[in-house]
């Protein structure tokens, strides 16, 4: 059973719901290691997705997702709304044509968001951004379902997360902080984990 643009629209309220639950937390991550507005604008953006979504209701997965990217590039200031867009949009293209998404048009789609975000942002693993959250996903992200898939991805995006902490910043804001960065986890990359997070749940539904 694969996903529709019903599913999808249903995902990102969840994704938006995640965002908007995780919002303060994700400001006092950036707060530490950047400018604290991390949370704010992704739950300004989610937000904005949503009345966009509620006016438009796209009739393709690939529409929805440009939906979603086109808003919060357009919508969402800062480092996380060009590069969260144009993931959005990478994955967009990737699915074009599909009507439902099965498994292996989600592991497009993620390695679609990868190489978009790494296009625009140009970070390596290891810098110490939302890529070593959203590489190691794409890695595990293996399955014979949707919900298997994204489940592996949100997984290996949690660990992904984690292992910046130690991490010294060499891409963003917080690069600016050289040393000091690390001991932190980075914002970008709990909230990709979070996105992934909240996908997973509602494919395992
Ligand atoms: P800003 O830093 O402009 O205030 P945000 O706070 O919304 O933007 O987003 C910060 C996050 O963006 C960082 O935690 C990091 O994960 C991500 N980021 C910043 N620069 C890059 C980059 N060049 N490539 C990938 N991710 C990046
Ligand atoms: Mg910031
Ligand atoms: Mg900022």
Redesign the pocket.
């Known amino acids: 059973m694969g996903c529709t643009a019903a599913d999808l629209v249903t995902a990102i309220r969840a994704v938006a719901d995640t965002v908007a639950e995780h919002r303060v937390e994700l400001i006092q991550l ?1 707060r530490a290691i ?5 949370g704010e ?1 992704l739950d300004r953006g989610f937000k904005a997705v949503l009345t966009a979504l509620d006016a438009a209701t796209p009739d393709s997965p690939a529409a929805v997702l440009k939906t979603v990217a086109t808003t919060l590039i357009s919508k969402v200031g ?3 709304g060009p590069l969260y867009g144009t993931a959005f949009l990478r994955a967009s293209t990737a699915v074009k044509d599909r009507g439902e998404l099965e498994a292996a048009d989600v592991v497009e789609a993620l390695t679609a968001a990868l190489g978009g975000v790494v296009a625009r942002g140009k970070a390596e693993l290891g810098d110490k951004t939302m890529v070593d959250a959203l590489d190691p996903a794409v890695k595990a992200a293996t399955g014979d379902s949707v919900a298997a898939v994204l489940s592996a991805a949100a997984d290996a995006a949690e660990a992904g997360a984690e292992a910046t902490v130690p991490l010294v910043a060499r891409k963003g ?1 917080a690069s600016y902080l050289g040393e000091r960065s690390a001991g932190h986890m980075d ?1 970008g990359a709990r909230s990709t984990m979070l996105l992934l997070r909240a996908f997973a749940e509602v494919a395992a539904r």
């Open positions: 950036d950047g400018d604290g507005d991390h604008n800062g480092a996380a804001r914002p």
